[in-house]
T-cell receptor, first 113, second 116 residues
């Protein structure tokens, strides 16, 4: 069975500082990995995804994530936080055969002025 | 193009009452999903429908039933609500994984359900 672990349920960053959200996965086969973002009182939307084409993946709003097979990680970063980045972020995994996603517990990001 | 819509947005039920959550998508997607979101647990899959006419259990199906009414609509029914079903429910849709758009799901705005 595949699973996803997000370290830290809450992260607080200052505006302009680096955002780093951690995600580790366990999977018996090479997975597809995703980051979704949920703004307050909204549904989730796809931020970026890894599908084995390139280990460094760029997404919307300046976010990027790096797939590291040796560390079974897919951490999300943004060089400079903006107030509009305040949201909850979910890492997710799926296998090729099927489209069901398994989500991590989520990390809520607070951005301080 | 409304995407994925859900009704109602909020609902309060008493223990033992029943209700149906409605979901519709206008993106001509084959696959649809129902999730529940609880603090610290992320989203957990309740049921999904890979295509019209098929439904399958997800991770937490107990206490729920679903109906894939047609390609657009996928409803979730609570036959006898329990306080443990207090949660935020999300519907999502996607193209089949064979389209190449693996894992790209489109979510509705959610239904916040409280069972007292």
């Amino acid at each position: 069975a595949q699973s996803v672990t997000q370290l830290g349920s809450h992260v607080s960053v200052s505006e302009g500082a680096l955002v780093l959200l951690r995600c580790n996965y366990s999977s018996s086969v090479p997975p597809y990995l995703f980051w979704y973002v949920q703004y307050p009182n909204q549904g989730l939307q796809l931020l970026l995804k890894y599908t084995s084409a390139a280990t460094l993946v760029k997404g919307i709003n300046g976010f990027e994530a790096e797939f590291k097979k040796s560390e079974t990680s897919f951490h999300l970063t943004k060089p400079s936080a903006h107030m509009s980045d305040a949201a909850e972020y979910f890492c997710a995994v799926t296998k090729a055969a099927g489209n069901k996603l398994t989500f991590g517990g989520g990390t809520r990001v607070l951005v301080k002025p | 193009n409304a995407g994925v819509t859900q009704t109602p947005k909020f609902q309060v039920l008493k223990t033992g009452q029943s209700m149906t959550l409605q979901c519709a998508q206008d993106m001509n997607h084959n696959s649809m999903y129902w999730y529940r979101q609880d603090p610290g647990m992320g989203l957990r899959l309740i049921y999904y429908s890979a295509s019209e006419g098929t439904t399958d259990k997800g991770e937490v199906p107990n206490g729920y039933n679903v109906s894939r009414l047609n390609k657009r609509e996928f409803s979730l029914r609570l036959e006898s609500a329990a306080p443990s079903q207090t949660s935020v429910y999300f519907c999502a849709s996607s193209e089949p994984w064979t389209s190449g758009r693996v894992g790209e799901q489109y979510f509705g705005p959610g239904t916040r359900l409280t069972v007292t």
